[in-house]
């Protein structure tokens, strides 16, 4: 029997310019639906995706826009980490970053990786 877990951790290293950044929203917002508790760790370009109206433009049909996947993501109880190097490369501050979102090292990833999380990276 295999073990299971009801985490998942969703790597998302695209951002605004790239599909896989509102396909990873979305599959992180099934996720939920499917009863898991879900944290998305942002690295690279990802950070550009919870700048403040960072998002705003992006839409790849038929998902829905990318803003909405994250604020409904959030609303749900989502968790996102914002990695801190990234964050600070590009200039940004906690202040530039939507609301929820979490500056915080991969250590955090990591635990709940190490407590049995499935992942998934994009």
């Known amino acids: 029997m ?20 509102s396909v990873a929203f979305t599959i992180a917002n099934g996720g939920i639906t499917a009863g898991l508790k879900v944290f998305i760790f942002l690295t ?26 994250i604020k409904d993501f959030l609303a749900r109880g989502g968790v996102i980490w ?3 190097p990234c964050v600070k490369s590009r200039g940004y501050e906690q202040a530039d970053l939507i609301d929820g979102v979490v500056i915080a090292g991969a250590s955090v990833m990591h635990a709940e990786i190490k407590a049995g999380a499935a992942t998934l990276s994009f």
């Open 2 to 21: 295999a073990d299971t877990t009801d985490k998942l951790v969703v790597l998302v290293t695209k951002g605004i310019d790239s599909e896989l950044s």
């Open 44 to 69: 690279s370009t990802g950070i550009d995706l919870v700048r403040r109206n960072g998002a705003a433009m992006t839409q790849v049909a038929p998902l829905d826009p990318l803003a909405v996947l």
């Open 82 to 84: 914002a990695c801190p």
